[in-house]
């Protein structure tokens, strides 16, 4: 059975950081793009972060130069580096796993990622 478990979320104050971690079992997502994206209450699911098998990374704007993706193959986990808080950023953050290995940019499409984990919350008081 194909799992990802996310972890890390909590409850932080505006400035503060946080780092999630996303831990894939049930098979390898080595050569797979994994992703971040979150859901606030009322709104749509977005892309936050991507990272491609290489390592290649994408960003949606309103994270850039605050969060980092990364990646330990050897591990199976994608984690979320998250530096300088907003109350904007409170939200259900989840990982993902495409559905396909492919070569180029990591993906931004959430039609794209067939593999989810169950989600986290993270709440950033002002």
């Known amino acids: 059975q194909v799992q990802l478990v996310e972890s890390g979320g909590g409850l932080v104050q505006a400035g503060d950081s946080l780092r999630l971690s996303c831990a894939a079992s049930g098979r390898t997502f080595s050569r797979n793009d994994m992703g971040w994206f979150r859901q606030a209450p009322g709104r749509e699911r977005e892309f936050v972060a991507a990272i491609s098998w290489r390592s290649a990374t994408n960003y949606s704007d309103s994270v850039k130069g605050r969060f980092t993706i990364s990646r330990d193959n050897a591990k199976n986990t994608v984690y979320l580096q998250m530096n300088t808080l907003k109350p904007e950023d409170t939200a259900i953050y989840y990982c993902?796993?495409?559905?396909?290995?492919?070569?180029?940019?990591?993906?931004?499409?959430?039609?794209?990622?067939?593999?989810w984990g169950q989600g986290i919350q993270v709440t950033v008081s002002s």
């Open positions: 993902a796993a495409s559905r396909v290995v492919k070569l180029g940019a990591p993906l931004r499409t959430r039609d794209d990622y067939g593999y």
